[in-house]
Every structure is written in C-alpha cells, then in structure tokens.
C-alpha cells in the first residue's frame, strides 16, 4: 500500500494498483484494512489482480507514472536465484510495454535488485522504438543505507536541470 498512499498524498486522480497475489489485496481490504489507512477502499483506488505487463497490454490507458517494484525476496537473491536473470517483466518487450504507456512527459520507476542489466534491456527498447539520447532520459539513485533496492527512474522526456536537483534534494535528504 505505501505505493498508493505516495500517489493519493501527490494528488493523484487515479490509481491502477496491480496486486499478482490476491491475498495481498484481501489482507489489505480486510485484516489490515484500518492499519493501512482504509488505502484499499479510497473512491480514486481501483485494485486489480494480475502481473502489470499482463494489466497494460489489456488497457489502452496512458499513465504519468508506471512504479514496479521487486518481486525478489532477499532469500531468493542471496539464493543466487532470479536477481540477475531475465524474466517476463524484464525484457525489451516489456520496456517497450511500459514506454508505450506513459504519457509524453511520464516516468518509469522501478525499484530491483539488480538494475545494471535493466539499464541495457531500456536502452534496447528504447532504441528499438526509434528513440535516442537514452543517457537524458535515465537515472539512478543507489542508497548508502540499502543497496539492495536501487531506483531506477525513466523519463520519456530528458530531465531537466532544476528536475534533477529537485530529486537529488530529495534522493539525499535525512529522514
């Protein structure tokens, strides 16, 4: 639910939140409905089950901003399994996918374990949707206090100076 509560504290008018696991939305309509502050029943929320890739290519909507966010756990990374490999969420495909449906200024937010290779699958779609200047449109933030969820940020527009400090501003500050 933190990804909801981000977007309707930001203001946003609608939010698709796309759940693989039902019990994950049932806990949060139920059992931890009050402790997540009713997220689940808000009249701007609508909750779907499935995998995102699945969810867009079955809509036509464009969206401001696309999040995903690791389906790794710490055990299957330190289990060597999944982290590094190529799944279906991680393709050029997928990327063209994802790109395809962000509004013209829209950004991309991945949160992963392993982000070097997301960069190179990006940039091939990218590439492959006839698009260039690549390097002006993406950045990292790694965190001293956690690496292992760097955020990878994609912006169908490059990013401008004062967007950049603007991020850095709040990439860096102490909470």
């Known amino acids: 639910g933190q990804e909801i509560k981000a977007a309707l504290l930001y203001s946003a008018r609608h939010v698709d939140a796309v759940e693989l696991v039902r019990a994950v939305i049932d806990l949060g309509q ?14 701007s929320v609508s909750l779907h089950v499935d995998d995102g890739r699945n969810f867009l290519r079955a809509k036509q909507s464009k969206y401001d901003i696309i999040q995903i966010f690791s389906n790794h756990t710490s055990s299957s990374v330190a289990a060597g399994t999944g982290a590094a490999g190529t799944n ?3 393709t050029a495909e997928a990327y063209k996918e994802y790109f395809s449906h962000l509004n013209e200024n829209g950004i991309l937010h991945i949160n992963h374990y392993y982000y070097r290779k997301m960069i190179t699958t990006a940039a091939l779609a990218w590439s492959q949707m006839g698009r260039d200047d690549f390097q002006k449109h993406v950045i990292v933030y ?3 206090r956690d690496e292992t969820q760097p955020t990878l940020l994609i912006k169908m527009q490059p990013w401008t100076e004062a967007e950049v400090q603007s991020l850095n501003n709040f990439f860096n500050a102490k909470f």
């Not at 139920?30 to 009249?43: D, Q, R, T, W």
């Open 30 to 43: 139920n059992k931890y409905s009050n402790y997540i502050g009713n997220l689940f029943h808000h009249p």
């Open 88 to 90: 279906y969420l991680q």
């Open 142 to 144: 790694e965190y001293s």
